[in-house]
């Protein structure tokens, strides 16, 4: 099993940078895969960016060139810099993690971009 704590969340105006933090609790190089989702109300969760255990990232296009993921595995945690805020970004964030053939959530954290 994995257990993930996401941390960053908040309020921010537009043009504005978060870094959100999702820390797992097994060694995260054993993890095939992690990721950012993100979801509002009435939608369905979409994939933000992802990172496979060999440093491999996937973004949404909505995203790309704006947010960054990356991992320390050292500290076994996964990072969401994201920056250039816009209002469409709002929504709660949940840390991902693919192990095993199983699908880990966090509890989501709230970003909030204001106008």
């Known amino acids: 099993q994995v257990h993930l704590v996401e941390s960053g969340g908040g309020l921010v105006q537009a043009g504005g940078s978060l870094r959100l933090s999702c820390a797992a609790s097994?060694?995260?190089?054993?993890?095939?895969?992690m990721g950012w989702y993100r979801q509002t109300p009435g939608k369905q969760r979409e994939l933000v960016a992802s990172i496979t255990s060999s440093g491999v990232a996937n973004y949404a296009d909505s995203v790309k060139g704006r947010f960054t993921i990356s991992r320390d595995n050292a500290k076994n945690t996964v990072y969401l810099q994201m920056n250039s805020l816009k209002p469409e970004d709002t929504a709660v964030y949940y840390c991902?993690?693919?192990?095993?053939?199983?699908?880990?959530w966090g509890q989501g954290t709230q970003v909030t971009v204001s106008s």
């Open positions: 991902n993690a693919f192990f095993n053939l199983f699908d880990y």
């Open positions: 097994r060694t995260i190089f054993t993890i095939n895969s």
